[in-house]
Every structure is written in structure tokens, then in C-alpha cells.
């Protein structure tokens, strides 16, 4: 199981450490880093800082909105980088939500997600296979485009740059069994938000070949007290749960639910929609929070570390807040 460092995407400005950390991470043997985005900073732009200050360490994108790009641009963008890293990009693409698509995007989110993302997807691939002009009879992404407020004279094209690698590695964020089904068949690996070492049997995963990455973020502290290193992690689910998504439509209270915590997601939703934000946090039972986590001492990390091994996950992206977490966990997976 390879071990890679996710630094997720800014908050109120980027953190002055992150550099350090991912120099460390190289060190320490760590196989990637991953950047993401949400409605501020973007995944790219940071990867590429930290791949002029590397030299061996892969960069991966967990995730870019396939809503913020067209799958054209988004290929631009990872042919770039991987040219300018020495072959090293890994791209994980995700739809994000409703609220997000629509209200920071302005876009509509597809009625038909599956679709869309293996639309994305196939002229991502035809992009950085360089095999012929880009063509695509799609419903969300077309190529040329044909719809009847166009100019009719759009013209198939391919990329004027030779991509480095036509089989750079494409990642999907998936939560629901059906896209988690698509994405095992359309790209080289899995991006899951929750996982749990103890409940395989939820994300329904057929067959896998033996390439195919299946690559958890899990947050990770080497401390004493269990109770204090979680609460970041139940920071997080309470506003992903509660606030990443419609009370109607979240797909991330969802998986909780399927997860067999149906009631407390519906009671973080509600609490965090009514604005009681520390009560929603305080909502998410601390045994969800430490079964998608590796938080507390050495020994109990070392002891739960190997449940994590057992099972599918080929690399395990660690959101780690110290340098002496990062040497831990490179020491114990050795």
C-alpha cells in the first residue's frame, strides 16, 4: 500500500508549511501529493508550484470539478503539468453537487450524472491518446459543438502539444454504487471520500485488476488523546454532511446513511441547515469519525493501519497536520 499526502485546497489563503510538508513527504518515501478544490483555490495552479520544488513525488488532483473545465481545457491542463513534472500527474476528476455546479458555476447539474462523466471522460482519454481530432456525438459534452444557438462551423481538433503519456492515469470521485460500478470500468482508479476498513461490503466493489488504484483520503494524527484528534475529522463531516449539498439532495449524508448512520446524518443535516454548526459537528458519532481515520498513539495506529491493508486500497492519502505524523506512518508501512 502506497502512501501519498493530501493537502485538500485552501482556506482563507494557502498554509506557509505545505511546501515543507510535501518536501518532507518526499523523504519520507511517500509515492504522491494531492490537491483539490472546492469555491476558492484551485487544484492545478499549487500542484505545479510543488512539482518545481520535487523531484520524484507524483501530483494527483483529488479532485477537479469536471463543472469548472470542459474536459478539453481539463486535458490541457494535465498534459501541461505532466510534460513540465517529468511524467508525474495523476488526475482525479469529480462532478461535485447541485448547489455547487449550479451556484458557483452557474451551470446546470446533469440530469444524468453517469452520462455526463463518461462523456468527460472519453474525450479527456481522446485528448491525451492524440489519435485523431477530437469527436464526440455526446449529449453534455459534444464535439465539435452542433446545438442550434452555434455557428455551425466547428471544427474537430487535437491537441497542437504532444501529450507525454496517451495512459496518464485518470481517477473518479465516486459515491453512489452505479457511478462507483462506472467508474471500475471507464478509468484507471477509485477516489472514495469515506472509507472504512470495516465495511467493505458498502461501496458494493466488483472485481478489480490488479493496476487499478483505490486511493481513500483518511486523516491521521499520532497523539494521546483519541477523543481531541477527532474532532478535526468530525469538523470536517459535520460541514460535508451538513453543508455540502441540498437537505433533498446530499450525496455525501447519503453514503453516511448507507454506511448504517442514517439517523445521525439526517440530524447533522438538520442541525447544520438551521445554523447550529458546533451542535452538528458535536452530531457526528465519534465511532464513525475514528472508523475513517487513524487518530491516537503509535500502537493503536500500527494495529489499525493493518485492517486498512487488508482490504482494496492501494494507496492511502494522508491528511496529516505534522511532520512527525507523515514519519510515523512511513515507518509503520514499511
Known amino acids: 500500500m502506497r502512501l501519498g499526502l493530501a493537502l485538500g485546497y485552501w482556506g482563507r489563503g494557502p498554509d506557509p508549511n505545505a511546501l515543507a510538508l ?29 512539482a518545481a520544488h520535487t523531484s520524484r513525488i507524483r501530483l494527483g488532483t483529488a479532485i477537479v470539478q469536471m463543472a469548472a473545465r470542459t474536459p ?32 458557483w458555476y452557474g451551470r446546470p447539474f446533469p440530469r444524468s450524472p453517469l452520462t455526463a462523466t463518461r462523456e468527460y471522460v472519453d474525450v479527456v482519454r481522446q485528448v491525451l491518446r492524440r489519435q485523431a481530432p477530437v469527436e464526440l456525438d455526446g449529449r453534455f459534452h459534444p464535439h465539435p459543438y452542433r446545438g442550434e444557438d452555434g455557428t455551425g462551423i466547428g471544427k474537430p481538433l487535437k491537441p497542437i502539444t504532444h501529450p507525454l503519456r496517451a495512459d496518464l492515469p485518470v481517477l473518479l470521485g465516486a459515491e453512489g454504487p452505479k457511478n462507483i460500478a462506472q467508474t471500475t470500468r471507464i478509468a484507471d482508479g477509485w477516489l472514495p471520500l469515506y472509507w472504512s476498513p470495516m465495511r467493505p461490503d458498502v461501496y458494493q466493489l466488483p472485481e478489480l485488476t490488479p493496476d487499478f488504484m483505490v486511493a481513500p483520503m483518511v486523516r491521521a494524527h499520532v497523539c494521546e488523546d483519541i477523543a481531541e484528534g477527532l474532532l478535526p475529522v468530525k469538523a470536517m463531516l459535520g460541514f460535508y454532511i451538513g453543508g455540502m449539498g441540498h437537505a433533498a439532495k446530499n450525496f455525501h449524508a447519503d453514503l453516511m446513511a448507507r454506511m448504517g448512520y442514517e439517523e445521525e446524518a439526517r440530524r447533522i443535516q438538520d ?18 469519525a475514528d472508523e475513517i481515520s487513524l487518530v491516537g498513539p503509535r500502537g493503536r495506529i500500527a494495529e489499525r493501519l493493518e485492517l486498512w491493508r487488508k482490504g482494496p486500497v492501494t494507496d492511502l492519502l494522508v491528511t496529516a497536520p505534522d511532520p512527525v505524523t507523515l514519519r510515523v506512518l512511513a515507518e509503520l508501512n514499511r
Open 22 to 50: 510535501v518536501q518532507e513527504a518526499e523523504r519520507l518515501g511517500y509515492d504522491s501529493v494531492w490537491t483539490s478544490e472546492a469555491w476558492g483555490s484551485d487544484a492545478f495552479t499549487p500542484l505545479t508550484w510543488y
Open 72 to 103: 478539453t481545457a481539463t486535458a490541457m491542463h494535465a498534459l501541461t503539468l505532466d510534460h513540465l513534472s517529468g511524467g508525474r500527474m495523476l488526475l482525479g476528476l469529480g462532478l461535485s453537487g447541485p448547489q455547487v455546479v449550479e451556484g
Open 271 to 288: 442541525l447544520f441547515l438551521a445554523g447550529r454548526k458546533e451542535e452538528a459537528v458535536l452530531a457526528v458519532p465519534d465511532a464513525f
